[in-house]
């Protein structure tokens, strides 16, 4: 697993995900379960099932921690959070104190900060660990044999069970001229030594709009290609709205609705060719990120010689996550459009119980949120409201500005609001979007409700901490008691009342 630019922080990350000096074990005789793939599902997935007791094998060609540890949610996290401390202490007057001058941001320090946590992270996927937990570890290229064998670095492997994980890559369009102008994308950009002057990402998504973000507060001049007319297309439109006008306010340039035609090597820059309506312009930036899509790894895994159906957007399962090879299941983002570290987490589980002891658990039952850590933050859960309309499903729904939740007021993070959709007349939640600060820490309270069907009346008898931006969900619950407190009951109430007096 080569790293670049090498430096003690990723030397130590190689020796805990694919030690140089590893040898891979002598085969058991039969596994109850090989997992094939080292990232989360994977590693959830063996280390469950070996906790339960079963012979388990992990085969991992890259590095253990796979994408999210490696290029994905650890190190962009670690640059997030730099860069909102840079764009915090710009908001000085805002809180009554003024800095003497900008902050003045050492991007190699931000890059060693992100390199050491990410060191510091890779010993929870360490393959000493995983082998002290009872777990196989193989290195190399798994390649399935048969129904119910794969080899690996000339091994062979007969399991009872197997799981693929093998997770997507990153997917680089066909844009003329892309190759040779050179381009980065989440497994390089890591890699950065020294800031981008200017720099181009293509992709309005979650990934590309994050990096963008961060990389504008750095310093950067961002020029963001979507060829959606809006950032964050599976968003409610409010909810996408104010991240756009966040970006704008940022100085972000935004090209919403433009394909990009070409790339070109321009001495030391780049240029990229966009157009909209017939209306064409050449960008020119030191760097080109491109977000635009996953696609999943399946190629030389041997899917054909173990009958495992596979399409280019992934191998196919069922709703319990079987293949169409009754002895293989798969998990994460390689068989589902659900591409969110937890939701592999909780499909590995899902996979092993299911595998292992005959369970009938539906991948379709679990409730599985979704942030996207720009700044505000925007999280959903559930059905949307357009969701409930293509499904004919009435709901009610109420919403409550964070302009009118008083900590968001004093945290100066007023531009927001919390969603709740509920069944009409029930109160059980089906779906909410909040966009906030901290928004993925707030959907997880939504999550538990709608998990255990449970209505808003359970956050009405939830005490919220005072004060705190959840106490928004106490707004929300409050119009859920008012709305059911019809006048008839107003009616009875009031005589009772006056009976009492």
């Not at 630019?5 to 030397?11: G, K, N, S, Y």
């Not at 399991?159 to 040779?180: M, N, Q």
């Not at 041997?302 to 191998?315: F, I, K, M």
């Not at 119009?479 to 407190?485: G, H, K, L, M, P």
Request: hydrophobic share 45%.
């Amino acid at each position: 697993m080569d790293m670049a630019p090498p430096d003690e922080h990723d030397r130590t990350l190689v020796e805990n995900v694919h030690p140089a000096d590893w040898t891979n074990p002598a085969p058991a005789d039969r596994y109850n379960l090989v997992a094939v793939g080292g990232g989360t599902a994977g590693i959830v997935a063996a280390l469950v099932a070996a906790g339960l007791g079963a012979k388990t094998a992990l085969v991992e060609q890259r590095g253990l921690g796979g994408d999210c540890l490696n290029f994905g949610c650890v190190p962009s996290k670690a640059l997030l959070r730099a860069a909102r401390a840079v764009y915090q202490a710009s908001l000085g007057e805002r809180f009554g104190f003024r800095l003497t001058e900008p902050p003045q941001v050492e991007f190699p320090a931000v890059m060693d900060r992100m390199r050491r946590l990410r060191a510091t992270i890779s010993r929870h996927d360490a393959a000493a660990r995983f082998r002290s937990l009872g777990v196989d570890v193989y290195f190399g290229q798994a390649v399935f044999t048969a129904h119910d064998t794969l080899s690996v670095g000339g091994a062979t492997l007969q399991f009872r069970r197997a799981v693929i994980a093998t997770g997507t890559s990153p997917a680089v369009p066909a844009i003329d001229g892309l190759v040779e102008a050179g381009y980065l994308t989440n497994e390089t950009v890591f890699s950065l030594g020294e800031l981008p002057r200017r720099l181009i990402v293509i992709g309005a998504g979650p990934v590309g709009c994050e990096l963008a973000q961060a990389f504008r507060r750095f310093g950067s001049e961002v020029h963001l290609v979507g060829r959606g007319e809006v950032l964050l297309p599976k968003e409610p439109p409010d909810a996408a709205r104010i991240v756009e006008d966040q970006f704008e306010r940022e100085g972000m340039h935004l090209h919403l609705g433009w394909t990009t035609l070409a790339a070109e090597k321009m001495g030391d820059s780049k240029g990229l060719l966009i157009e909209r309506r017939g209306e064409r312009k050449k960008l020119i930036a030191d760097a080109i990120l491109i977000a635009a899509g996953r696609n999943a790894n399946v190629a030389g895994l041997g899917l054909e010689a173990a009958g495992v159906r596979y399409s280019d957007q992934g191998v196919e399962v069922n709703d319990r996550l079987q293949t169409s090879n009754t002895a293989i299941f798969a998990a994460g983002d390689v068989c589902s459009r659900v591409r969110f570290t937890h939701a592999a987490d909780a499909m590995a589980r899902l996979c092993v119980q299911n595998a292992l002891f005959f369970g009938r658990k539906k991948f379709s039952s679990l409730v599985i949120p979704r942030t996207t850590f720009t700044d505000p933050e925007v999280a959903h859960v559930g059905l949307s409201a357009a969701d409930a309309k293509t499904r004919r499903l009435a709901i009610d729904t109420y919403r409550v500005e964070l302009a009118d939740v008083d900590r968001a007021l004093l945290d100066g993070e007023e531009d927001g609001f919390v969603v709740v959709h509920t069944r009409r007349g029930s109160g059980r939640v089906v779906g909410a979007t909040i966009v906030a600060g901290h928004a993925g820490e707030m959907v997880s309270e939504i999550s538990l409700v709608m998990a255990n069907n449970l209505s808003l009346g359970a956050l009405a008898r939830t005490i919220h901490c005072y004060p705190t931006q959840v106490e928004a969900f106490k707004r929300l619950a409050d119009a859920y008691t008012r709305r059911r407190f019809t006048p008839r009951l107003a009616n009875l109430a009031a005589k009772w009342l006056e009976w009492r007096r």
